[in-house]
DNA sequence: TTCCGACAGTGGGGTCGCAAT
DNA sequence: ATTGCGACCCCACTATCGGAA
């Protein structure tokens, strides 16, 4: 199919911006498909990689270097459409070299020689790519879609070959040239990523226990950073959840591995900062830890990381994924010492699983992952075998300004700035924002209730409010901050709903917010 | 016909590395 | 030394579509 025309680099950039902004009309996730299968039915074997990572939004370099602020002030645009996508994929990767060697002006320099090959339509469509902000309603599950139909091959076929290959571009290449047959030949391999496993959520453990079916394993929550680790041989590479190398900043975990006994692993687990009492640090410490590469020994000495693993997806040559959860646990029991097992139990009984949950509260962690022992390890797909539960803190704040909102909210006061009281000063003291939570009539409703409540705009985004609005927020923890006046910020704040029967002074105080600080 | 699973969008706080100031 | 940007850790929630029931 690829071979069609016979030519290379036939397709430009305009065919793909049209094709992008036909999606963005077309609301039917079906139109979708049927648009991005058009394109995918024309493109060369060597155009193939590239359109599909534009069309998901994303690039084939992966980052590049350049954000929104680089891409300000782009230079006049050409009038007449002419880039070829290998073009402008080859000014790219040039792009990404030059940032990995310094000289922003050099980057600069190739940005704006590539801005000013384009018309402005393709200049829109490059900003929104490079800044991540594509926003056309398609991203890789429609694409699965899309790469399914333009290449005969059924989409699970697709969406399993991306579970083990890890990047849908690559995926789409190969369908669309090899079909069926070469979808079926990617293979698990020891050394490059796998697409992780996510979870879904509910809001207690007898729902999530109602969701994955019982009796269902109730592994701990550890609040880490996501590691799948590979072993081949006295080779170790380490990912993270986007599959990110980041081997060199767990030396531990690399020297965890090393001490098993088989020599061919894919193992899934967290690996954690844990105080010397066994209680975890604040996620903040575990973060520093794993993004920090240089001055690693003292760093190891203060703040060791300790890993848990809860999946194993090979070992000993042998694929795991399509076992059920309960034989590749029994596996990955017999490959790792029980001091790296993720702590869990296996019950269906509701009381006793609550009680576990009280438990693992009160160790410090941060909630339950509750897991069918049934299902298969299933990438990309979240709530189906895996459900997170975690306890849920609000608080009454108050609201002190609001940002304009993007995209489908524009025009609509969107993002609120919530304040705890300050009995001291009579004011209240910023804690941070939140978007999240909100239905559309509570939007048009706080919008309008605000802007009777304006005083002023700190900025172009920006409306501040005279402070007498109470919301009841819930979030997961309260952090310390280095940017907010009251050195405390929430984690994960999220709007649960207005309280019309409480003034500005009945809102909760700093005292109580810093009490939740431990 | 209704229900519900999967997806995309809308942004949040914190941290590091790096280049420029 | 500090600041700003880019990237990436952690992430919750609602609206919508379309297949399942």
Redesign the pocket.
């Known amino acids: 199919m690829s071979a069609k025309y016979g030519n290379i680099g036939h397709v430009l950039l305009i065919d793909v911006v049209r094709v992008s902004e036909a999606v963005?009309r077309t609301?039917?996730?079906?139109?979708?498909?049927g648009h991005l299968a058009e394109l995918l039915g024309r493109v060369g074997a060597d155009e193939a990689e590239i359109a599909i990572s534009y069309l998901?939004?994303e690039l084939p370099q992966?980052?590049?270097?350049?954000?929104?602020?680089?891409?300000q002030d782009p230079p006049p645009a050409k009038l007449a459409a002419t880039a070829t996508l290998t073009h402008v994929d080859a000014l790219l990767s040039k792009i990404?070299a030059v940032?990995?060697?310094?000289?922003?002006?050099?980057r600069k320099a190739l940005v704006t020689e590539l801005f000013a090959g384009l018309t402005s339509q393709e200049q829109a469509f490059m900003l929104r790519l490079?800044?991540?902000?594509?926003?056309?309603?398609?991203?890789?599950?429609?694409?699965?879609e899309a790469i399914a139909k333009a290449s005969g091959a059924p989409s699970a076929d697709v969406?399993r070959a991306l579970t083990l290959r890890g990047w849908l571009p690559a995926v789409g290449a190969a369908a669309l040239t090899g079909g069926v047959a070469a979808l079926h030949a990617f293979k698990l391999e020891v050394g490059r990523a796998v697409s992780p496993m996510l979870?879904?959520?509910a809001?207690n453990v007898a729902a999530a226990l109602e969701?994955a079916g019982t009796p269902a394993a109730l592994e701990w929550?550890l609040?880490?950073?996501?590691?799948q680790a590979h072993r081949s041989g006295d080779q170790v590479r380490v990912f993270?959840?986007?599959?990110?190398d980041?081997t060199a900043q767990v030396p531990e975990l690399v020297e965890a591995v090393l001490g098993l006994a088989s020599d061919d692993l894919v193992l899934d687990g967290?690996v954690i900062a844990l105080r010397p009492d066994g209680r975890p640090h604040?996620?903040?410490?575990t973060?520093?830890?794993?993004?920090?590469?240089?001055?690693a020994p003292r760093l190891r000495e203060d703040t060791p990381l300790s890993v848990f693993f809860f999946d194993a997806l090979r070992v000993d040559g042998a694929d795991l994924l399509d076992l059920p959860y309960a034989q590749r646990q029994e596996v990955l029991a017999q490959t790792v010492m029980p001091g790296l097992l993720t702590p869990r139990l296996i019950t269906g009984e509701v009381p006793e699983a609550e009680q576990y949950f009280i438990d693992v509260i009160k160790a410090g962690h941060?909630g339950l992952v509750v897991k069918s022992l049934t299902s298969p390890y299933a990438a990309?797909?979240?709530?189906?075998g895996w459900i997170?539960v975690?306890p849920?803190h609000t608080l009454d704040l108050v609201v002190l300004a609001a940002?304009?909102?993007?995209?489908?909210?524009?025009g609509k006061l969107?993002?609120l700035h919530l304040g705890a009281r300050d009995p001291e000063s009579g004011g209240f003291v910023m804690l941070?924002?939140?978007?999240?939570?909100?239905?559309?009539?509570?939007?048009a409703w706080q919008t309008e209730r605000f802007l009777e409540l304006a005083e002023g705009s700190t900025d172009e985004w920006t409306v501040s409010l005279r402070p007498e609005l109470v919301v009841e927020i819930?979030f997961?923890g309260v952090?310390?901050?280095?940017?907010?006046p009251g050195g405390?910020?929430?984690?994960?704040?999220?709007?649960?709903r207005y309280r019309p029967d409480k003034r500005a002074a009945d809102a909760d105080t700093v005292e109580t917010v810093r009490s939740l600080m431990l």
Do not use: C
């Open positions: 963005t609301s039917a996730r079906l139109g979708k498909v998901s939004g992966r980052q590049v270097g350049v954000g929104w602020r680089t891409l990404k940032s990995g060697q310094g000289s922003q002006a050099a490079l800044s991540g902000e594509l926003r056309q309603g398609a991203l890789d599950g429609v694409m699965i969406r979870a879904g959520s809001p969701k929550k609040d880490g950073v996501r590691v993270t959840r986007t599959l990110d980041i967290e604040p996620f903040q410490v973060a520093s830890r794993v993004t920090t590469k240089t001055g941060e990309g797909r979240r709530g189906a997170k975690k849920r940002e304009w909102g993007h995209g489908r909210r524009e969107s993002n941070g924002k939140t978007f999240k939570g909100l239905t559309d009539e509570l939007l819930a997961d952090q310390r901050s280095p940017r907010y405390m910020a929430l984690r994960f704040a999220r709007v649960l």
